[in-house]
């Protein structure tokens, strides 16, 4: 059970470049979620997904594309890198547990990905 | 909308004194969740409590002790004879409870330095 993993591990992108972060779970967890963790900013959510085949935007979603084609995997892509991306991107996983009427998500975080972009 | 203060950006104490690290929240929702996460120089996000919106009962593991008071909408975490290894950025995160609980809401971070 490998939990969440991120790859790469660094990255130094060029302003321009495409790229994709790999993030997957063997965990069977429905939701998956990217956050950007930058100096003084604490982690803020790129974008989330509730399940296969569904997505929707956090609360820093632009300059990054996700989709979520397998409950394994929750891929972030960046279309056209920009310095302002540079930054640690964290994964991460939940399943909701039950305390009767009020459930929380036990949350997993992957070892991010820390990018530079030039 | 939900809001995560850290007010301390950098504290520094030395070895075996006692420090405690701030954490207000805003949130109009009745029932959530409060956490604590360390993050060491290696990088990695440590899980370390949650806290329901309706449980005040303060708790303690070990060193670590932890003090909710809805009243003043704060989650304090305090280290009890600090160690060096107790040196990470710790982070405050707040989640709702049902529908939306998987997006966690965290604090800008607080950095602690131990020193030998």
């Known amino acids: 059970n490998a939990g969440v993993t991120q790859t790469p591990k660094f990255q130094v992108l060029k302003t321009g470049q495409s790229m994709t972060l790999q993030c997957a779970q063997d965990?069977?967890?429905?939701?998956m979620s990217w956050y950007r963790q930058d100096p003084g900013m604490g982690l803020r959510l790129i974008h989330y997904s509730v399940g296969a085949g569904i997505t929707d935007q956090g609360e820093v979603p632009n300059g990054y594309n996700v989709s979520r084609s397998t409950t394994e995997d929750f891929p972030l892509r960046l279309l056209s890198a920009a310095p302002s991306q540079t930054s640690v991107y964290f994964c991460?996983?939940?399943?909701?547990?039950?305390?009767?009427?009020?459930?929380?998500?036990?949350?997993?975080f992957g070892p991010g990905t820390r990018l530079t972009v030039l | 909308a939900q809001k995560v203060t850290q007010a301390q950006t950098e504290i520094s104490v030395v070895e075996k004194e006692d420090v405690t690290l701030d954490c207000v929240y805003e949130?109009?929702?009745?029932?959530?969740?409060l956490f604590w996460y360390k993050q060491p120089p290696s990088g990695e996000l440590v899980f370390l409590i949650r806290?329901?919106?309706?449980?005040?009962q303060n708790e303690i593991s070990g060193r670590y002790s932890w003090n909710f008071q809805k009243s003043t909408s704060s989650f304090n975490f305090t280290i009890t004879a600090s160690q060096v290894v107790d040196s990470a950025v710790y982070f405050c995160a707040l989640s709702y409870s049902g529908a939306g609980s998987y997006q966690l809401t965290f604090g800008k971070g607080t950095k602690l330095s131990v020193i030998p």
């Open positions: 949130t109009r929702d009745t029932t959530y969740y």
């Open positions: 991460a996983s939940s399943y909701s547990r039950g305390l009767g009427p009020r459930p929380y998500n036990e949350q997993f």
């Open positions: 806290r329901n919106s309706f449980d005040e």
């Open positions: 965990m069977n967890h429905e939701y």
